[in-house]
């Protein structure tokens, strides 16, 4: 991986930043191309995470990140930087959204809540997770093939649906983190977003099928060569997990302990996958 950006991509970052200067780092700051600003909040990085090694941006005022190729490719550059995984790019423009997002300087507040379900700060980031304090709610959006399709709310009030989906949304072709793995690579497959958070913040590579019904994305899941599919400790896990190994006969299946529901449960507990 490249300590330094190389020439043609910092030319192009140049042209296309507004207030835009170069860090001592190797680094980039300027102003966000996601929203008005004139004091430059926006950053380029290189990470040195051991997890997630490459080059990533950082808009400390309204909280959009992700890595560099997304910039890059939101520019029409499509030259592809080192990094251990890809992310999916968004739309031309923000995705709007009618939710009190924090996005404060420095420690984001929802954060907390992530980290609470093993979900890692730099996860949240890169996946552009949110968080609605209206109700409250984890915002989780979804992308399929460079696709953004919407974004389901994982409501924590009792009084709400456990899960909340956008309005117009389908999610029956949808699967979380597809767009992030390499093929070759082996895969868990698990249920819930936020259980595929947790295993990418332990740095395993993983897709969730959003629920239990994963025929129509046989499509996608036939293209990862070496999965492993996780169950959610209950009944309809349980027959999910048994439909799986029939389609898919080459995958293995991980069953939790007894004691441990999810693999939210799991990682909180100290569970390494």
Not at 13 to 19: A, N, P
Not at 192 to 213: N, P
Request: charged content about 20%.
């Amino acid at each position: 991986m490249t300590s330094e950006l190389p020439p043609d991509i910092l030319n192009l970052l140049s042209s296309k930043l507004e207030h835009y200067y170069s860090r001592g780092n190797g680094g980039v700051q300027a102003c966000c191309p996601f929203h008005s600003e004139r004091t430059p909040s926006f950053f380029i990085f290189n990470s040195e995470n051991p997890n997630y090694k490459g080059w990533f941006f950082k808009c400390h005022g309204c909280g959009e990140s992700g890595t560099l190729n997304r910039l890059l490719k939101r520019f029409g550059y499509h030259k592809q930087l080192d990094t251990h995984y890809k992310t999916p790019t968004r739309d031309a423009r923000p995705v709007e959204t009618p939710f009190k997002f924090d996005t404060s300087v420095g420690y984001p507040k929802y954060y907390d809540y992530f980290q609470s379900r093993g979900v890692s700060n730099i996860v949240v980031d890169l996946f552009g997770f949110r968080f609605d304090f209206a109700i409250p709610a984890a915002v989780l959006p979804v992308y399929t093939d460079f696709t953004y399709y919407g974004f389901i709310r994982r409501a924590l009030d009792s009084s709400y649906p456990k899960y909340i989906i956008e309005s117009g949304m389908d999610i029956s072709h949808c699967l979380f983190g597809f767009d992030n793995c390499d093929p070759k690579n082996h895969t868990f497959v698990v249920e819930g977003i936020i259980d595929a958070a947790c295993l990418w913040s332990q740095g395993k590579q993983a897709v969730a099928i959003i629920g239990t019904k994963f025929e129509p994305k046989i499509n996608h899941l036939a293209k990862l060569e070496k999965i492993t599919y996780i169950p959610d400790n209950d009944s309809s896990g349980l027959i999910t997990a048994q439909k799986f190994i029939k389609t898919f006969p080459h995958a293995n299946i991980k069953l939790l302990p007894a004691r441990l529901k999810d693999i939210s449960d799991a990682v909180v507990s100290g569970y390494q996958f």
